[in-house]
């Protein structure tokens, strides 16, 4: 009885939590200018890098407190390198997203090899290293993206790409799930889930493809599901990175900031994955 009454609470304070977060970021795409979307998102980093120094072993206060300070400082780096205030560099912009999925490429392998990868990024400075390239490509693509004409419309459709996922891997896992994905990363995790949620994507890119503005009426429907289904991949491959470097950190949430759903990492790591993926995406169908 106990069990189940704790499993009320939580499931009352998941959706809680879920609802001001979908009302509060709805809210902000519609109403706030790009700078101060940027200063907000540029908060959520902050806050993620706060939760991933403990994970990477910084254990003091003053440790911690630099680590985000660095983080901060880069975004605020790569803000003024790629004017992504006013007139975006697509020329700055498009090198950057595509080293940032070359590392979620090593990252795939790195989560595929584990237990064994972790002697590649166990140490403190390999995970200090591993917070940079998940938070501040994510940031970045997230600010060029609501750069875009339909730029918060396009964030919308980005974020229901990663629930898509999420959501059809969930269902499809609890009914078919028989074969672990990564047993030694994420154990409920299965194949049947995996491949259910890419199925859940695809269906939605018939839906996006419908959907496209006039001036995107030349991209096909095969361009349109390669960059959904390529996201979804992505925000996998993100949810599963973070996953591996809690368990190696022997942590179960990255925080406890949200109710009912830990860390703002919790939240974000699959968030983190699918952005760079799902700009460079856009950019190579002729957004």
Do not use: N
């Not at 498009?94 to 795939?108: E, I, K, N, T, Y």
């Amino acid at each position: 009885m106990f069990s189940l009454q704790a499993a009320v609470i939580m499931l009352r304070q998941r959706v809680f939590t879920a609802l001001i977060m979908a009302g509060s970021f709805c809210a902000a795409i519609a109403y706030l200018p790009l700078p101060f979307l940027a200063l907000l998102l540029a908060t959520l980093v902050g806050l993620g890098a706060w939760e991933w120094s403990r994970m990477s072993g910084w254990e003091q206060l003053v440790g911690r407190v630099i680590y985000v300070l660095v983080i901060l400082a880069a975004l605020g780096g790569i803000y003024i390198y790629c004017k992504l205030g006013g007139d975006p560099m697509r020329s700055r912009v498009q090198p950057l997203l595509g080293l940032a999925c070359l590392w979620w490429s090593f990252a795939l392998l790195w989560v595929k090899g584990f237990p064994q990868s972790a002697l590649l990024w166990r140490s403190m400075a390999m995970r200090s290293l591993m917070g940079v390239l998940i938070l501040v490509p994510s940031w970045m693509s997230a600010v060029y993206l609501l750069s875009f004409p339909d730029g918060g419309v396009l964030m919308v459709a980005m974020v229901l790409v990663t629930a898509t996922a999420d959501i059809g891997a969930y269902f499809a896992g609890k009914r078919f799930g028989r074969h672990k994905l990564a047993v030694l990363v994420s154990p409920s995790k299965t194949w049947e889930g995996f491949w259910g949620g890419l199925a859940a994507c695809a269906l939605l890119a018939l839906v996006l493809s419908s959907l496209l503005p006039d001036h995107a009426a030349h991209i096909g429907l095969a361009s349109v599901v390669v960059v959904t289904v390529t996201t979804a991949l992505a925000s996998v491959v993100g949810d599963l990175t973070v996953s591996m470097v809690k368990r190696e950190s022997g942590v179960k949430d990255s925080g406890s900031l949200l109710p009912g759903h830990g860390g703002v990492l919790d939240r974000l790591d699959s968030l983190c994955g699918a952005a760079p993926v799902f700009v460079l995406g856009l950019l190579m169908v002729g957004w």
